[in-house]
């Protein structure tokens, strides 16, 4: 009995000192989605619906755009703050462009969109950081992640991150020196035709020992010499041999057509 | 000469229709007229020798004073050994090939001088010789007489052909049944390739794929050691390799007795092209469709994997799949038709 009437004082001591502290902050969300739907209704509505529920084209076949029930934070912290979203025009790929919206303005919109269902949530720092941990650690996660990296992303964003063409008229972005916290939502998201990454599938270390990976790619200096997109051995002899070797045979035909000659006679000494 | 022929004589009346007109006078170049001009190429064409001696000393002192390997010289995020390796050596090629070129047109001789053409033909008497030998060998020989020898040799030289076509029967054991089974048995666990961890329905969402193997590829023993391993590990890996994507289960129209194929909008395929075998993992979320990087062959996963586009024949081959006891993802069996590329005593129905 005693017990019981303690763990009731403790616990409602501990309510009143939390509580004040969490209202203010529900007040704060409130407000900043209340913020987010003024901007979605204004820029987004047109497509994805008032509700964020997706218009599709009259005929019933295609999308204006998707719904964004679920797609969460993240999705549109990447859409919007990397200037993909909101489209110039439609067409086979959303375009990496500066970005219309202010941090703010992407950090409403994201809680807007983020309270029509849930869905992935913007990653913390703590997520895919490796500072604090030792050399050997860090070490052993850039090889970890070279590895799924190789297994999961090559296919499509090329052996070296340099990016490459998919099917009727899209590409898979240059992925070498996007910030690691964009990298880390396109694996979580899927943005546009990517497959998803999700956190039952790479786990969060798994995707840090990628952003690892790419970022000691970015890190180490290409000793090879210029590395020409890392296209391979067959575009770089293609290279070699087209603008290489043309060039000398152009120089050798130059020279050859080019003498001077002078009017004068020669005199005999 | 007999010109009494009627087509010799009308041909003797234009022996010469047009005179040769001979080389057109020699012109000078400024260097065969001006000893100042001549005196000037031949320190141009020194400089350039001397300076191809410069890179060439150049290529020995950055090969000793620049480190490379981890943590090297750099320059401009390039390695600077290699840089300044390929430069100086290209520089003194570079320099010496103009330099014999500049010292070619401005200083040597450049008098045209006209070389009349010979016959390609050998002598007359060159070839009546040559073939009055051989005639005489045959004939001492007596290959044409000895029909025995002849015939015997014929067949003997016939037969020496056959070791080499023999001897390709050790370039390895016959295939047997390799081609037409994978390791995936009953019941055996979808692991994540790399990580080696199986894989719960819950796990994936929506959208998601996972480049998979089977569980065999990554079991060790109780020394740490795997099971398989060795070229019968890359073997095996390199046949069972398979993706798993899951998307709305209403979207996926089963093959004809692939029903209970999925698990929950969850399905698994060969991940190796029926092309050429390529690994295919370029997938589309939005479409479903899994692109091989090497022709172009692009297959419908929501639609048992049939060519959609390109020059594979086959349908992706579907590995059957279900949930174990504990709830992660199995193979039903091992693939139901052979994986990869077509061969010849591949069943084509």
């Known amino acids: 009995m005693v017990l019981l009437l303690l763990g009731l004082v403790i616990s409602g001591s501990l309510y009143s000192l939390f509580a004040p502290a969490q209202a203010q902050e529900q007040q704060a969300d409130e407000q900043l989605v209340a913020e987010g739907r003024e901007l979605f209704l204004v820029g987004c509505a047109f497509c994805h619906g008032q509700n964020g529920e997706g218009v599709v084209t009259e005929d019933g076949e295609s999308q204006l755009g998707p719904p964004l029930v679920g797609v969460g934070a993240a999705a549109v912290d990447f859409q919007v703050g990397t200037g993909r979203m909101p489209l110039t025009q439609p067409g086979a790929q959303a375009q990496r462009k500066t970005p219309l919206y202010t941090e703010e303005e992407t950090a409403a919109l994201a809680a807007y969109v983020a309270s029509l269902g849930p869905g992935p949530s913007i990653p913390d720092a703590s997520d895919y950081s490796t500072e604090g941990m030792s050399d050997e650690e860090r070490e052993a996660a850039i090889v970890r992640g070279g590895q799924i990296f190789l297994t999961n992303c090559t296919a499509c964003h090329n052996f070296a991150g340099h990016g490459g063409a998919m099917p009727q008229g899209g590409y898979a972005p240059k992925i070498r020196g996007v910030e690691p916290h964009y990298v880390y939502e396109a694996m979580l998201t899927g943005p546009q035709n990517m497959p998803v990454f999700s956190n039952g599938n790479l786990n969060p270390e798994a995707k840090r020992d990628v952003i690892a990976y790419l970022e000691s790619l970015d890190e180490t200096p290409e000793y090879g010499g210029f590395g020409m997109g890392a296209l391979g051995p067959v575009s770089e002899g293609m290279f070699a041999w087209v603008l290489g070797i043309g060039s000398c045979v152009g120089a050798a035909i130059w020279i050859a057509a080019h003498t001077t000659r002078s009017k004068k006679d020669k005199v005999e000494a | ?349």
């Open chain 2, 1 to 349: 000469m007999n010109t009494n022929l009627p087509a010799e004589r009308s041909r003797e009346v234009e022996a010469d229709p047009i005179a040769n007109p001979g080389l057109p006078a020699h012109t000078w170049r400024p260097t065969d007229v001006d000893p100042h001009a001549e005196r000037r190429a031949e320190r141009q064409v020194a400089l350039l020798f001397g300076l191809s001696a410069v890179c060439t000393l150049g290529f020995l002192v950055s090969y000793f004073a620049l480190s490379i390997g981890e943590g090297g010289d750099t320059f401009l995020n390039l390695g600077a050994s290699t840089v300044a390796l390929g430069l100086f050596m290209s520089g003194a090629f570079l320099f010496m090939g103009i330099g014999v070129i500049q010292w070619a047109r401005k200083l040597m001789s450049d008098q045209e001088i006209t070389e009349e053409r010979h016959a390609a033909a050998s002598p007359q008497e060159d070839r009546d010789a040559t073939l009055e030998a051989l005639s005489a060998g045959l004939e001492e020989s007596g290959i044409g007489r000895r029909s025995l020898v002849r015939n015997s040799l014929l067949g003997a030289m016939a037969l020496i052909a056959l070791p080499p076509i023999v001897l390709l029967r050790d370039l390895g054991p016959l295939p047997g049944d390799a081609l037409t089974r994978t390791i995936w048995t009953r019941g055996m666990r979808i692991a994540r390739d790399v990580l080696g961890t199986p894989i719960r329905p819950s796990d994936m969402e929506i959208g998601d794929l996972i480049n998979a193997e089977p569980e065999a590829i990554f079991e060790v023993d109780d020394n740490g050691e795997h099971v398989i391993e060795g070229a019968e590990l890359q073997v095996a890996k390199s046949k069972s390799a398979v993706v798993v994507v899951r998307m709305e289960p209403d979207e996926i129209i089963p093959g004809p007795g692939r029903e209970n194929w999925s698990v929950a909008g969850i399905v698994a395929y060969s991940k190796i092209c029926t092309h050429v075998g390529c690994p295919i993992s370029l997938y589309e979320r939005t479409t479903h469709h899994l692109l091989c990087p090497c022709h172009q062959s692009t297959f419908d996963l929501a639609d048992a994997g049939k060519v959609i586009f390109g020059p594979a024949a086959r349908a992706l081959p579907q590995l059957p799949i279900t949930v174990d006891d504990e709830g992660y993802l199995v193979a039903r069996s091992d693939f139901t038709e052979p994986v990869g590329p077509s061969f010849w005593e591949r069943d084509s129905e």
